[in-house]
């Protein structure tokens, strides 16, 4: 009689912390790397638009899933910090001649720093009235944006040339696929491991209960801040691949929009979950992209011009379906999935 697996199982600490313990997920990240080296080759430019927004928009999605799904502060800033990565990058770029690696690295900096300074409230604030300071910061930073004028331009857009690698110039969404990729696998794989050290378990202890955390030696005031520090550098680095790859920076592109649309991303994907990130960021940008592209091919004209409002009843639509039938998102969905198949035909 075959033996039938009851768990996971470790007999040492290497085998504990590693990322991947069993056949079946090296076969599921195998298929799924060679999906994502697939794709550009086959998929159409406007698809191929669509992944890289996703791209950017994963590394966006970690960030704020750091501070909110993993350590339990809410926030509703993220359009700003965009605009602070994005707008710092593209700065140093044009007005400077920085290269623009080293500029990228320093808007991460910068916006972790920006973020460490607006973080300042969690100290005291929870709930409903940090997620008030925190909208607060992204008014404070669009408002800056438009009325810095000898800094930023003020409402003039700021075209930001394109980045070059060697001789070659990063023009294609095919190109930009590799660039975005490569970005985006790093920020899950540092994600992945943040949550393994003192510092991941830090935000964790503080999301689960602060004042348990400091009774156990959590120095809860320099993890909050250091919370809101690394979520923003995650951000900042979105907004700064978004400057690069879009090449004109304007702050209407960094509305409280953009930060209600990462929440949802969260909130979809599943909070507190890497891969969560992932999957939300990819549903809420391939569900308006298959009504826009459903809605042209109908070539109905009511449709087409309703089509915007379309996208934002089924946007909210979601999330409410969300919230109520599966508040921890895809990812508990996808984990689902897989423990039927895997305790089948045993699933009680």
Known sequence: MAAISTGIYHRSY?????????????VRLGLAIAALLALPFVASPYWLTVANQVGIAVVGAIGLNILT??????????????????YTSGLLVTRLGVPTV???????LTTAAVGALFGLPALRLKGLYLAIATLASQFIILWVVRNWTALTGGVDSLVVPRPAIGDSVLRSDFAWYWV??????????????????????????IRDHDIAAEAIGVDVVRYKVLAFAVSSGFVGLAGALTAHYRS?????????????????????????SILGSILGAGFMFV?????????????????????PAIQLGVFGLVIVLFLIFE????AR??????????LWPFRY
């Open 14 to 26: 290497r085998s504990e912390q590693a990322l991947l313990h069993t056949t079946v997920e090296y």
């Open 69 to 86: 799904g993993y350590t339990g502060q809410i926030s509703l800033g993220q359009g700003g910090f965009l605009a602070v990565g994005a």
């Open 102 to 108: 080293l500029a990228v690295l320093m808007a991460v």
């Open 180 to 205: 975005i990729g490569v970005v985006a696998a790093l920020c899950v794989i540092a994600a992945r491991n943040l949550f393994r050290t003192g510092l991941g378990r830090a935000f964790m202890a």
């Open 248 to 272: 004109i920076v304007t702050f209407e592109r960094f509305t409280l929009e953009v930060s209600i649309l990462y929440l949802a991303i969260i909130i979809v994907g599943g909070l507190g």
């Open 287 to 307: 569900l308006p992209a298959i009504i826009n592209q459903a809605g042209q091919s109908l070539q109905v004209s009511f449709l087409a011009r309703q089509l």
């Open 327 to 330: 508040p921890r998102g895809l």
């Open 333 to 342: 969905i996808w984990q689902r999935a897989k423990d039927y198949f895997r």
